[in-house]
């Protein structure tokens, strides 16, 4: 009797309700879930080659950072609601809508990731031998992935809130429950869905650091180990760049050599 009063008082807390309705509370975080792997990969998706052309042509940069920044404006209920026309009441219209909101986290954070790549570790990769694809992804994106990861941290946490208000069309995971809570004034399943919902950011952006720092192992902080082997790398990528421009001038040295012979004996 003890278990269920709480359900008759309407408390916040209630052991009861999370027992009885376990199999509600899965499926809903089933679903907040999948939207909200599904909004972010797709955004990656569209992100890369959109900052890698941004790289590219200058002048294509300022109208892409322009829309996505407008894009990111829109306001959540404003936007669902303007896509509610293309796709109907379906989960595609809070994927699309959190993809694009996702965009401008995306883009900036890559262009900012390539951007700090060192011009030594490039010209070093040059003369090896890299072209532009394995240069791009053998050199600059593992160098730039402390910024793209720090991107998609932001960008998986912010996707995980804004998934909730989806709830307007049914599709908004956890965020069904707190709507419905919220019109029936349930409050132990407004906060046990809202609980979730934090726990559910927080575990994701763990997650994600987890992932960074295996994937950057250079880049972990303090170890005197770790500075020395970026150190290290540094010294290297320089030396490599140094050695390749001695070269080049050593070549160049010879071909002025061979013009110059070869002028001396047309005159002679």
């Not at 796709?87 to 699309?96: D, E, Q």
């Not at 994600?208 to 770790?226: D, E, F, I, M, N």
Request: a positive charge.
């Amino acid at each position: 009797m003890a278990g269920q009063s709480c359900l008759i008082s309407n408390d916040w807390i209630c052991g009861e309700y999370v027992r009885t309705r376990s199999q509600e509370l899965t499926d809903a975080t089933v679903q907040h879930v999948w939207i909200t792997v599904a909004s972010v990969a797709i955004g990656f998706v569209v992100a890369f080659p959109l900052a890698l052309l941004a790289r590219r042509w200058r002048s294509v940069a300022g109208p892409v950072l322009g829309l996505t920044t407008i894009l990111y404006t829109v306001p959540s209920l404003a936007m669902f609601s303007l896509l509610l026309p293309f796709f109907g009441v379906s989960a595609a219209v809070v994927i699309t809508g959190l993809v694009l909101y996702s965009l401008t986290i995306l883009v900036r954070n890559i262009m900012a990731g390539l951007a700090s790549v060192p011009e030594e570790a490039r010209e070093a990769a040059r003369g090896m031998g890299y072209g532009p694809l394995r240069l791009l992804f053998g050199v600059e994106l593992p160098l730039a992935l402390p910024a793209l990861m720090a991107g998609l941290r932001i960008t998986t946490v912010s996707t995980i809130s804004l998934t909730t208000v989806g709830a307007i069309v049914g599709y908004g995971g956890l965020g069904n429950l707190v709507y419905e809570g919220m019109r029936s004034f349930f409050k132990a399943q407004v906060l046990t869905a809202s609980v979730l919902c934090v726990a559910l950011a927080v575990a994701a952006d763990v997650l994600l650091l987890l992932v960074q720092r295996l994937l950057t192992p250079w880049a972990r902080g303090g170890t005197k180990k770790a500075r020395k082997a970026q150190k290290k790398a540094q010294e290297q990528a320089r030396e490599s760049a140094r050695g390749l421009a001695h070269e080049q001038a050593h070549e160049q040295a010879q071909e002025q050599a061979l013009d110059r012979a070869r002028q001396k004996a047309g005159a002679a």
